[in-house]
């Protein structure tokens, strides 16, 4: 199983916004700092924002900051919020299937399984987990190097 790049930087998003929770992040300076596409975080922080995960603070010195405590943020939930489909295989989506032996086939049930104690186990944890160790979040800091002027965080 694959999540999407939606998913991957979605949850990325979330870590920066959870390990700097004291200033408002931009999509650019998100962007710049992990090396992703500008337009595709746009996308992604729209999804985050209809979520509830991530607020927006529009105008100048906006950007984006975590709705609500690492704590409560469960990852299964981001996951969920995220991805279209969870169907691993053509079988899972009944509109599109064309396997011929799905009628006597054991595997979508098998897979089933694997996906709902996949989704049990991103249920039992929060992005605070993911940011929670004191030296793997100062490493990740010292990974997300911010990049913009000292004047656009009114450190003049």
Not at 45 to 54: I, K, N, R, S
Not at 77 to 99: I, P, Q, Y
Request: charged share 25%.
């Amino acid at each position: 199983m694959r999540l999407t790049f939606h998913t991957d930087y979605g949850l990325r998003m979330l870590i920066l916004l959870a390990l700097e929770p004291e200033r408002l992040h931009t999509i650019e300076e998100v962007s710049g700092r992990y090396g992703i596409s500008r337009n595709h975080l746009m996308k992604v922080a729209m999804t985050l924002t209809q979520a509830g995960f991530v607020e927006s603070v529009r105008g100048r010195g906006g950007g984006l900051r975590l709705a609500r405590p690492p704590s409560e943020v469960r990852l299964g939930a981001v996951v969920r919020a995220t991805e279209d489909s969870l169907g691993v295989v053509e079988c899972f989506d009944r509109s599109s299937n064309t396997c011929v032996i799905t009628p006597a086939c054991s595997l979508k049930r098998v897979l089933h399984e694997a996906v709902a104690d996949f989704m049990k186990v991103l249920d039992r944890h929060t992005l605070a987990d993911l940011v929670a160790e004191p030296a793997a979040a100062r490493r990740m800091r010292q990974l997300l190097p911010l990049k913009i002027a000292a004047s656009r965080l009114g450190k003049v």
